[in-house]
């Protein structure tokens, strides 16, 4: 009777029917009383059957099943038989499943004493039963007690750490997560990287088990904000997972790496993750857990200013939660936090200002008022009430006093932990902002300056690549744009030059004092993943640029061909980002790339020159003045007065980025044109001799604006000093960086200009005074110039052949001795040739196409060469150099000429400068390179390189390659068709003396 009973309640459960299977629970029962009679027999068939009912989703009538087990056990048996342990702990587990916590606590404290008295503190089941007790603790947030317990069983899992690992392996995981909560984060460092290293012994490799310890530390990581250790964590868990086709577990490793991606700013690669994460979890999740994947999307909807759709997702994920009574304080408080910063963000500061008050009451109520997440929710509620989100207004608002107590609170919290660090930058930020505009302008500086080194410390662990990196510096470039006019109202000149210099071409600084590391066994994992993906892309990428190449040498394409074009090379440009992101972090983990640190002292001035160092900001702009002979250091604000502006066609007042952009691009920084700019105007191509009214009067107008500018940008005090040295170091910031400074208008009648070149010193530039001082000081000898390569014509069949840049090879022979010169021209100019033949090479002359499109990735600019004849040419043989190739190289060339158009220019990327050819040879291991800002004349290049390489192989000047350059300019300037600065101007010399 009780077997044809047990088969229809297996059946009523495999077809879906729960209900129905509990009728039959209390016949069922009945029946095994009366067939098997034994209180103990009928016990453990209660477990059986509970258990059938849990694996059916059943989790209610499952835990009455087996409570019934326990009590029956209990009727016949003393409270401490051990008997009793195992059906107290198979309870404890059914009630944490069934999401009855509390209820859980006390039938697993007795299976530990049963287990401690009857088996010893050190038996394996004992220290299990301590483990399982732990968990419970801690989702209770008892985490004092869940320590307690772990630790009891790390002592006694210990001896065995090499025989049986996975035990000890997860307890210290459990016990890594306790620390997290409690802010002590050097103990769950230590407990979480050993339980890493215990896991990778234990388990097989790619065993679907290390996902959980790799999840944990990428977690912690992430805490950190060390974003960088914890995605190559969550992708190898991902990867495993994938192969498992873990499909719910899957949705958690694609949402937790989702994350990793919108902390770094990354929304091309995170939402299609959010999405799919979201997918998954719809079809293997309760809604109550899918309602947190949501609220992640969600908040990077928020990042990206898309208010409509973050606010539909949040609203949806609170929803969820609110309707179920299973949903835990701290998700609740996370889910109304977010949604209150959104409204506070969106303007709406009333309701969002509810939204985190309650997430503040929630998140006190269970981990108490001194938790990191209290203090970032402070923060953001304090931000609202002072009206701080947006750009702040320089008045004080009337919740600055409330706020300002709210930001000491979190600080006096974070002061005591390492948690959210990033979190702790912003409450210190807004905190400097009331204090500067209630005039506590001590306090502001000890605010700003507390944040911006916590800055310094944490950039270095951006994940990804250099875009990560620039884009941390960019959150903050508005900040240390402050922190220096707040320094220079003080009079500290060295200070506020150290803050300009610190937002400042900073991955390029990076690459340039990156230094080789031993890698332990973790780092040799990761670059293994990471050279293969570094392998695959690269194929990728080659392929795809063939694609393209075969379809632009088509010549008139159709309608739908040029769909194609767009759509691969689209394809291309994501590749490109990709496979740069993937080399830079190859990069970034062999060596130590990517902490350096700027101080004052590493900024020295030259020895020999003055040094301008411009700093643009975005309400106040400078001018630092090096004196190369006093070693005094100076400050100049930059400044428009009403006549000026009126020329330059801006408002009058404090030279900005936004009246920069006007003036030198045409563009404000919205993106509004304005006019032709001046950059513009001046590398258009107009003869000297040129007699149309039309003409001269719009180069009577460019020559005024570039007096105004000069007048700006060098005042009468700096250039009467200036303009009696051989050489000065210009060191631009922002646009200024596409601006040759020599055709700036010193004096004389707008048609009959006097230009910087004229009468002024040469100028070396460089992206910052770190890049300068890094690349280093010495001049180069001459005498010891014994190698040099020059390329020229190269012929690819697509692109107008080069014949001047012939002659400029010619003249290089001529200057440096056949011995010296090593040749490649024409078939002989393979982009792989001339690869290899670069590499020890101390002067590089490359006279070719440079291939600059700004709508395409800045990683795509290239150097073209003669392709490669092969039909299985790869992209390192397709005769295009491209950025990302050229970071790559390891040269050692005092100098690096790229005869070739636009070499110079690219992306303008705020806070780190212009994404350009030249920087690429920079970054590469070239000590100074002379590049081109425009398009430049082909017969006036062959002249000005040839020249200027004569001069350096003569040692003119010294062997001063700045003052060969300005030499060479100026007799380009001297020929009545080619004085116009369009045809010299272009040519700049970037790097170190």
């Known amino acids: 009777m009780l077997r044809d009973v047990d088969r229809r309640i297996d059946g009523y459960l495999a077809a879906g029917k729960p209900d ?80 009855r916590i509390p209820d859980a606590v006390e039938p697993q404290e007795r299976c530990v004493a049963i287990r401690v008295a009857s088996l010893g503190p050190n038996d394996p089941s004992t220290s299990k039963s301590r483990y399982d007790l732990a968990l419970v603790y801690y989702r209770l947030t008892r985490y004092d007690d869940a320590e307690r317990e772990l630790r009891a069983a790390i002592a006694a899992y210990e001896p065995k750490r090499a025989s049986e690992p996975m035990p000890l392996a997860e307890t210290e995981r459990v016990l890594g997560e306790v620390n997290r909560e409690l802010n002590r984060y050097d103990d769950a460092e230590t407990m979480m990287s050993d339980a890493v290293a215990l896991a990778r012994a234990g388990l097989p490799p790619g065993d679907p088990e290390l996902v959980v310890f790799l999840n944990s530390l990428a977690g912690f990581y992430k805490d950190q904000a060390r974003y960088d250790e914890s995605e190559l964590l969550l992708e190898e868990a991902l990867e495993i997972r994938t192969r498992a086709k873990l499909e719910d577990e899957l949705a958690i490793t694609t949402l937790n790496l989702a994350e990793i991606y919108r ?20 079809k293997t999740l309760p809604p109550i857990e899918v309602a947190e994947f949501r609220n992640q999307i969600a908040a990077a909807y928020s990042d990206m200013g898309r208010v409509k759709d973050a606010e539909t997702q949040f609203r949806l994920a609170l929803a969820a939660v609110d309707s179920s009574a299973d949903a835990s304080p701290q998700v609740v408080a996370q889910f109304k936090h977010d949604l209150g910063v959104l409204l506070a963000r969106d303007g709406r500061r009333e309701e969002g200002q509810k939204y985190l008050n309650e997430a503040i009451a929630l998140r006190e109520q269970v981990f108490g008022k001194t938790h990191p997440l209290v203090a970032v929710s402070l923060t953001q509620l304090a931000r609202s009430q002072a009206q701080l989100f947006g ?34 930058v912003d409450a210190g930020i807004a905190r400097a902002e009331i204090s500067y505009r209630n005039g506590e302008k001590d306090r502001a500086l000890q605010s700003m300056a507390r944040a911006l080194d916590a800055v310094e410390v944490l950039r270095p662990h951006r994940g990804g690549g250099g875009a990560e990196r620039i884009e941390f510096i960019q959150r903050y470039v508005d900040a240390y744009d402050r922190m220096t006019t707040w320094v220079v109202e003080t009079g500290n000149v060295a200070a506020a030059l150290d803050y ?75 590749l490109a980002r990709d496979l740069e992101r993937t080399r830079e972090r190859i990069r970034v983990t062999e060596s130590a790339e990517g902490t350096s640190v700027l ?18 900001g975005s309400v106040a702009s400078y001018l630092f003045v090096v004196d190369a002979g006093t070693k005094s250091l100076r400050v100049f604000p930059l400044t428009l007065d009403d006549q000026v502006a009126v ?40 003869e000297a001799t040129a007699t149309s009214d039309v003409v001269r009067r719009a180069r009577q107008g460019t020559n005024d604006r570039l007096h105004a500018l000069s007048a700006v940008l060098v005042p009468e005090a700096v250039w009467s000093s200036v303009r009696q040295v051989k050489t000065v170091v210009v060191i631009p910031d922002g646009l200024l960086a596409a601006l040759p400074f020599e055709a700036l208008v010193r004096s004389g009648p707008v048609d009959a200009p006097v230009y910087w070149l004229d009468e002024g010193p040469a100028i070396q530039y460089a992206p910052s005074i770190a890049t300068f001082d890094a690349l280093g000081l010495s001049s180069a000898d001459s005498e010891a110039i014994q190698r040099v390569l020059s390329v020229c014509n190269p012929h690819y069949a697509s692109l107008t052949p080069l014949p001047g840049t012939e002659r400029e090879t010619e003249r290089v022979v001529a200057a440096f001795g056949k011995d010296r010169v090593t040749v490649l021209c024409g078939n002989d100019a393979t982009e792989a040739a001339v690869c ?24 795509l600019a290239s150097l073209a060469f003669t392709p490669s004849t092969s039909v299985s040419r790869s992209l390192h043989d397709d005769g295009f150099l491209q950025l990302f190739e050229i970071d790559d190289l390891a040269l050692s060339a005092e100098l690096v000429v790229l005869s070739a158009c636009e ?37 006036t290049t062959a002249v000005l390189v040839g020249d200027f390489l004569a001069r350096v192989a003569r040692n003119d000047g010294g062997g001063d390659m700045a003052l060969a350059l300005r030499d060479a300019k100026r007799a380009v300037r001297q020929s009545a068709n080619t004085s116009p600065p369009f045809f010299w101007a272009a040519f700049v010399i970037t790097g170190a003396r």
């Open 599 to 616: 101080t004052p002292a590493r900024m020295r001035a030259p020895s020999a020159e003055p040094l301008l160092a411009y700093h643009i």
């Open 836 to 859: 290899r033949a670069m590499a020890k090479k101390d002067i590089v002359h490359l006279a070719t196409h440079g291939l600059v499109n700004q709508r395409r990735s800045d990683l």
């Open 903 to 939: 070499s110079s220019t690219g992306s303008y990327v705020l806070g780190e400068g212009v994404m350009a050819l030249s920087r690429g040879f920079l970054s590469a291991g070239a000590r100074r390179v002379v590049a081109t800002q425009w398009k430049v004349d082909d017969a």
């Open 647 to 686: 020329r330059l066609g801006v408002r009058p007042g404090a030279l900005t980025r936004s009246s920069l952009a006007r003036i030198l691009t045409g563009y404000d920084e919205a993106g509004k044109r304005s006019g032709l700019g001046l950059i513009r105007e001046v590398a258009t191509p107009t």
């Open 263 to 282: 902390l770094q700013g990354r929304f091309d690669d995170a939402i299609p993750r959010y999405r799919r994460a979201l997918e998954i979890a719809q």
């Open 20 to 99: 129905s299977a509990a009728l039959l629970i209390d016949h069922a029962v009945a029946l095994a009383r009366k067939e098997r009679g034994d209180s103990l027999a009928v016990a453990a068939y209660a477990d059986s059957l509970g258990i059938k009912f849990f694996n059916a989703y059943d989790a209610t009538t499952g835990v009455k099943l087996i409570e019934l087990g326990v009590r029956l056990r209990e009727s016949v048996l003393p409270k401490s038989d051990p008997a009793l342990a195992g059906p107290l702990e198979l309870l404890s587990t059914a009630y944490y499943i069934a999401g």
């Open 391 to 424: 750009q702040p207004t320089p008045k004080p608002a009337p919740g600055d006093r409330n706020a300002a107590a709210l930001l000491d609170r979190a600080l006096s919290i974070w002061d005591a932990t390492d948690a959210e660090p990033e979190a702790r």
């Open 500 to 574: 300009s210099e610190r937002r400042r071409a900073r991955v390029l600084v990076d690459r340039l004092a990156g230094t080789v590391r031993t890698a332990d066994s973790e780092t040799s994992a990761a670059l293994d993943r990471l050279r293969a993906t570094k392998r695959d892309l690269t194929d990728r990428l080659g392929k795809c640029q063939a694609q393209a190449q075969a379809l632009r040498s088509k010549g008139r394409l159709t309608k739908g061909e040029r769909a194609d074009l767009e759509r691969v090379e689209s394809n291309c440009d994501n």
